[in-house]
Nanobody, 123 residues
Framework: QVHLVESEGGSVQAGGSLRLSCAMS????????MGWFRQAPGKEREGVAA???????RYEESVKGRFTISKDYGKNFLFLQMNSLQPDDSATYYC?????????????????WGQGTQVTVSS
């Protein structure tokens, strides 16, 4: 059974930075295609960043150059470094594991999900 647990999020002012982590058990991160998603109140969940088994990455347009997705292969962790945060980045953030070997930002391609962690950015 794959289990994902996100770290506690946080509150920052606009322009600040946060790093989210996601601990995975039940599967080796070396072989996993994974992603970070977010959902703001009243909005649909959207893909933010994805990373392939070999480390290839893909980003949603609005976070390119500000967010970085990465893996710690030794500790089985997934990270999301978020810089230059803006109020529009406020949301609940989720890590997830893809069902297939696909660098996708679509929620329908992911089968295992963490419980989510809140990120709040104030202006």
């Amino acid at each position: 059974q794959v289990h994902l647990v996100e770290s506690e999020g946080g509150s920052v002012q606009a322009g600040g930075s946060l790093r989210l982590s996601c601990a995975m058990s039940g599967y080796t991160i070396t072989n996993a295609y994974m992603g970070w998603f977010r959902q703001a109140p009243g909005k649909e969940r959207e893909g933010v960043a994805a990373i392939a088994a070999d480390g290839l990455t893909r980003y949603e347009e609005s976070v390119k150059g500000r967010f970085t997705i990465s893996k710690d292969y030794g500790k089985n962790f997934l990270f999301l470094q978020m810089n230059s945060l803006q109020p529009d980045d406020s949301a609940t953030y989720y890590c997830a594991v893809a069902e297939r070997r696909s660098l996708s930002l679509s929620i329908s391609d992911y089968i295992y999900w963490g419980q989510g962690t809140q990120v709040t950015v104030s202006s």
